[in-house]
């Protein structure tokens, strides 16, 4: 017979036999039988599928707050280092917090799921809102998206913690047992639960549903589970009252979170506008990116946004890709290679020179390319490049495409591919990719690379020209002056509400294997609309003004643009 205040022994499934059985003393034990419908085992096996679906949700919660603050906010290595680590800290105060409420195991689980189910089930609604209606607010509101931002990574880690030990407490009142094994068995509930979760995110709940519609139903499947199994298997230990309060709450967060699926349609055409105007003609998710088309009829400029960042601006996107395309095709250029430019309009200028046998384009996003070829604005604008004979467009990764891409082929070679400070861009600005691309220049070949904002970002533009050198290219950058767009450009997206976000100019570098190549025009090609010899001299000279000496390069495993 085990006394009661002795140390249980490990592997003992004693059960808790009441007010004077071994754990009428124990802290939290409360000294009362909790007798449960249905046998031990059973009871035992529904609060482990408990842990296991709400450790799921609570993975669901915070994949959520990053893949949607990535999006909204840029730069995912920040957004991801703020929620994982403020969700951490606030799981271990939760954990603390919930110590007093272990005497109340049962109402306390149910009161935290149901919090949970709302705040995790409503917070990518209420990030979008907060990010689509006061993001251009300017003043105190700059930063109001990051704020809420930490909120909700603060709220969701402190219920998270909490469910442990009541879950604990909950499971030690079905059949007691050593707390090693009681850990072990809702350790492995809750990390299968997470795998699960963390799986069923990517592949499942945002391709099929969508950022929105797959937090609301998490929240609600996180409701349901946790009020059941409260209410269905430890309905005893609850007062009636408590159990109507239970139940009600409940029922007004399914409610909640019903209604906003029912409206999050309307809710996120409603966002799109207050982000774009009304002029939203083109949105859809393609299996890499949210693609947005504003304009294109009616005499508006075509805009092309890609997760919310404009791309595209038909305004002034002829500037952009002719400072991108004709200094580069100054010499040969009978094979060129395309990075990017899924839009068609870097192949349209390349199109333009005489002697152009072949153009090849490898853009990631099939879905862009896609709507290039068959939306009437966006393929009038490009000049149908992408149907032409002697375009021939690849689906692939650009880093991976260059490792297995022929050696000395390509007498020009475009990248015309998204800022560097983006997280996701950032190994196609890095030494070992441009020494790939270095490999498929042929003799006396060039390499014009688009690196964003210099008057703005001059570190990341200056990081960029000292990659290019040290994967051992000779370079020459220049800028050109661009439209005010309203819009970020660069790594941040959304209304750009200071002068220093709004990306006025772009950055280029021309670079050669052989010599130091010098950005001007072709004699025999096509004359541009926006530049001339003397204006790519002038923009040279302008580049050169904003130099940061000194820069490393930017690697792989060494990253530095944004630093």
């Given amino acids: 017979m085990i006394d009661r205040q002795a140390p249980v022994p490990p592997g003992s499934t004693q059960t808790w036999d009441g007010p004077d059985g071994p754990w009428a003393d124990a802290p939290g034990g409360g000294g009362s039988v909790v007798p449960l419908p249905v046998r031990q085992g059973t009871g035992r096996w529904l609060v482990l599928a408990g842990v296991f679906v709400c450790a799921a949700c609570g993975l669901v919660y915070e994949l959520e707050l990053v893949a949607l603050a990535s999006y909204l906010m840029g730069d995912s290595v920040a957004q991801t280092s703020v929620v994982l680590s403020v969700m951490v800290f606030a799981m271990g105060i939760g954990s603390l917090a919930a110590k007093r409420l272990r005497r109340h ?43 809420l931002l930490v909120a ?79 209410l269905g298997l430890f309905r005893r230990d609850l007062s009636r009252r408590a159990r109507r309060l239970l139940l009600t709450a409940n029922i007004c967060v399914l409610a909640l979170l019903a209604s906003a699926a029912v409206l999050v349609d309307d809710f996120e055409r409603a966002a799109r506008h207050a982000l774009y105007g009304p002029d939203v003609r083109v949105a859809v998710h393609t299996d890499v ?88 604005a966006l393929s009038r604008l ?12 690849v689906t692939a990764d650009a880093f991976d495409w260059l490792r297995t891409a022929p050696a000395g082929v ?41 690196g964003g904002a210099v008057e703005s970002r001059a570190r990341d533009f200056w990081t960029l020209d000292a990659t290019l050198r040290a994967a051992g290219l000779r370079t020459t950058a220049y800028r050109v002056r661009g439209r005010q767009s309203g819009y970020a450009a660069g790594p941040d997206r959304g209304p750009a509400d200071t002068a220093a976000r709004a990306h006025r100019d772009w950055g280029f570098v021309l670079a050669a294997d052989r010599h130091t190549p010098w950005p001007r025009l ?15 001299a002038a923009d040279v000279r302008a580049a050169e003004r904003t130099r940061v000496p000194g820069l490393p390069p930017s690697t792989l495993v060494h990253p530095r643009y944004g630093d």
């Fill in 105 to 147: 195991a049962a109402a306390g689980f149910g009161a935290i799921e149901a919090a949970l189910a709302l705040v995790g089930g409503g917070s990518a609604m209420a990030l979008y809102a907060v990010f689509a209606w006061t993001g251009d607010w300017g003043g105190v509101w700059a930063d109001g998206p990051r704020c």
């Fill in 152 to 230: 909700f990574s603060l709220a969701t880690g402190l219920l998270i913690g909490a469910e442990v030990p009541l879950l604990m407490e909950l499971i030690q009142r079905i059949r007691r047992q050593d707390a090693g094994g009681a850990v072990a068995d809702l350790s492995a509930a809750d990390y299968v639960g997470a795998l699960v979760g963390g799986l069923a995110f990517p592949f499942l709940l945002l391709p099929v549903l969508g950022q929105l519609t797959g937090a609301l139903i998490t929240g609600a499947v996180n409701a349901v589970v946790g009020g059941a199994l409260v």
């Fill in 289 to 376: 990116q949210e693609v947005l088309l504003t304009g294109g009829r009616d005499g508006r400029p075509l805009n092309l946004f890609l997760d919310g960042r404009l791309r595209v601006g038909g305004r002034d996107e002829l500037r952009y890709h002719e400072a991108l395309v004709h200094p580069a095709m100054t010499g040969r250029h009978a094979r060129v290679l395309v990075l990017g430019g899924g839009d068609g309009l870097a192949a349209r200028e390349v199109l333009r020179h005489p002697g152009v046998r072949r153009v090849d384009v490898v853009e990631l996003d099939a879905g862009v390319v896609r709507l290039a070829r068959t939306d009437p």
């Fill in 382 to 393: 490009n000049a149908h490049s992408l149907d032409d004979p002697r375009v021939h467009v």
């Fill in 410 to 450: 390509y007498d020009v070679v475009v990248s015309d591919l998204p800022h560097p400070g983006i997280t996701a861009s950032t190994k196609l600005y890095a030494q070992e990719f441009y020494g790939l691309a270095r490999q498929v220049l042929a003799p006396g070949g060039r390499l014009v690379v688009h």
């Fill in 522 to 536: 072709d004699p025999a090609g096509p004359r541009p609309r926006t530049l001339t010899d003397a204006s790519l």
